[in-house]
C-alpha cells in the first residue's frame, strides 16, 4: 500500500458534490514471467487505484471514533416491535421498520459495561491486513444494547466474559473502524498501541 512515486488523488466536496483532484489510477512498469528455460509465459500487471468510500449515513460513527466516542443507533418507532433498541454496530436504519434510526452516545456504557462475549484469534489474514499478528478479535456486549460489536483486542490476551474498555486512535486517526479497539479493563495507557488513548 506504498504511495512511493505518485500522488494519490484527493476528492473534495463543493456546492455539496464531490469534486476529484489528481489520478485515481496508475500504472506500473509490469514484468516479464519467464519458465524455468527462460521462455516468456506473461507478465505481471502492477496497478494502483484509489477507492472512494463514501460514509452516507454511517459518517458520525466514524467521525466520532477520532473524538473519543461510540455512536450507537436507536428504533424511535413507537409502533416498531424493535421500539427503544439500541445498535451497535451503527444501524442507519431500523432492521425491523426500516424507519431512520436516532444517534445515542454509548461512549460511557461502552467503559462501564463491555464484556467478552467470544473471541478468535488468527494468524492467517486477508490482503492488506493492518493489524498485529497474532489478530484477536473479540466479540464485545454492552448492556442495554441488542447487537454485539466485533473488533481487535490491542493489548493483551481475551477470556470470555472479561470485562474490557474500548481505546481510540485519537491521534492521527484514520477515519475507519481502525480508530476503534478493545483492551482488558485495568490496562495501564502506557501499554496502549501508539497513537490511541483511553479519552479524547
Ligand atoms: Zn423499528
Same mark, same amino acid.
Given at each position: 500500500m506504498s504511495n512511493e512515486g505518485y500522488e494519490p488523488g484527493k476528492v473534495k466536496v463543493k456546492n455539496n458534490a464531490y469534486k476529484f483532484e489528481g489520478a485515481f489510477h496508475h500504472i506500473e512498469r509490469n514484468q516479464p514471467i519467464l519458465n524455468e528455460k527462460g521462455d516468456l509465459v506473461g507478465v505481471t500487471n502492477p496497478r494502483n487505484m484509489t477507492y472512494v468510500h463514501t460514509y452516507g449515513g454511517e459518517a458520525v460513527f466514524f467521525e466520532n471514533l477520532s473524538k473519543g466516542k461510540i455512536i450507537a443507533s436507536r428504533c424511535?418507532? +413507537? %409502533?416498531? =416491535?424493535?421500539?427503544g433498541s439500541i445498535f451497535m454496530p451503527f444501524?442507519?436504519?431500523?432492521?425491523?421498520?426500516l424507519s431512520r434510526n436516532t444517534h445515542v452516545d454509548i461512549t460511557d456504557i461502552a467503559k462501564t459495561t463491555s464484556r467478552v462475549h467470544t473471541f478468535m484469534i488468527t494468524e492467517r489474514t486477508g490482503a492488506f491486513n493492518t493489524l498485529p499478528k497474532p489478530i484477536k478479535f473479540v466479540n464485545v456486549e454492552f448492556e442495554g444494547v441488542v447487537t454485539i460489536l466485533m473488533g481487535p483486542m490491542l493489548f493483551g490476551r481475551p477470556e470470555i466474559g472479561m470485562k474490557v474498555v474500548p481505546i481510540f486512535r485519537? +491521534? %492521527?486517526? =484514520?477515519?475507519?473502524?481502525?480508530d476503534l479497539g478493545w483492551v482488558p479493563k485495568g490496562t495501564k495507557e502506557s501499554d496502549l498501541p501508539e497513537f490511541y488513548t483511553f479519552d479524547a
Open positions: 424511535d418507532n +413507537k %409502533d416498531c =416491535t424493535a421500539f444501524r442507519i436504519h431500523c432492521p425491523d421498520c485519537t +491521534k %492521527d486517526p =484514520t477515519y475507519t473502524i481502525l
